[in-house]
């Protein structure tokens, strides 16, 4: 069925360093995917999407390209800060199974230290 | 606009006790989805209505959950009795048709003691 995985965590990085973190997906036709970010004791808020193949998104530095070839989904930072330390989850969602409903990898844990 | 509003935001119980939780989505939303986040299983879909219709239950751990949404600014979570392996935060979201502009309630964090 439809799924996410993305790379575990925690992360931990230095301020102004350079962020990736990994996600690739499983699904049949044609999903848009989604980096969703959760800071303690908060819900989710989106921080970007893609809907088709080959689409970046963006928002507050962060980028992600939608590679169908590789399904993957990556999240990338130039230079982080202490202000992102948070769990980040890469989800799709409009996969022939997923449906309208979003699905989400397991989270990966971010930790910016100055 | 308030967003999507659940409560309570924490709730602690004794095993065996009926729990509800409450979502108050935002108007002309017509999806709506809860979700429980553990740290063992990260984020799981439990059920998703469509104009307050119930479309996929299948994430629904066992007959001791329940949903509703009785109008299209109400919905309820149900589990009876709860058992401690039902201690998670649950979250509300809801979106529009045509837009994957999902947003999510700050969430409830159950406690089953």
């Known amino acids: 069925g439809d799924s996410v995985t993305q790379m575990e965590g925690p992360v931990t990085l230095s301020e102004e360093a350079f962020l990736t973190i990994n996600c690739t997906y499983t699904a049949t036709g044609y999903p848009s995917l989604f980096w969703y970010v959760q800071y303690p004791g908060e819900g989710l808020q989106l921080l970007l999407k893609a809907t088709k193949a080959d689409d970046k998104g963006s928002n507050k530095g962060f980028e992600a390209t939608y590679r169908k070839e590789t399904t993957s989904f990556h999240l990338e930072k130039g230079s982080v800060q202490v202000s992102d330390s948070a769990v980040y989850f890469c989800a799709l969602s409009g996969g022939n199974q997923a449906g309208t409903a979003l699905i989400f990898g397991k989270g990966t844990t971010l930790s910016v230290s100055s | 606009d308030a967003g999507v509003i659940q409560s309570p935001r924490h709730e602690v119980t004794e095993m065996g006790q009926e729990v509800t939780l409450r979502c108050k989505p935002i108007?002309?939303?017509?999806?709506l989805f809860w979700y429980r986040q553990t740290m063992m299983r990260g984020l799981e879909l439990l059920i998703y209505f469509n104009n307050n219709v119930p479309i996929d239950d299948s994430g629904m751990p066992e007959d001791r959950f329940s949903a509703k949404m009785p109008n299209a600014s109400f919905s309820t979570l149900k589990i009876q009795p709860s058992e401690p392996r039902d201690s998670a935060v649950y979250f509300c979201?809801?979106?529009?048709?045509?837009?994957?502009?999902?947003?999510f309630g700050s969430g409830t964090r159950l406690t089953v003691v």
């Open positions: 979201a809801t979106r529009t048709q045509g837009n994957y502009g999902y947003t």
């Open positions: 108007s002309g939303h017509d999806y």
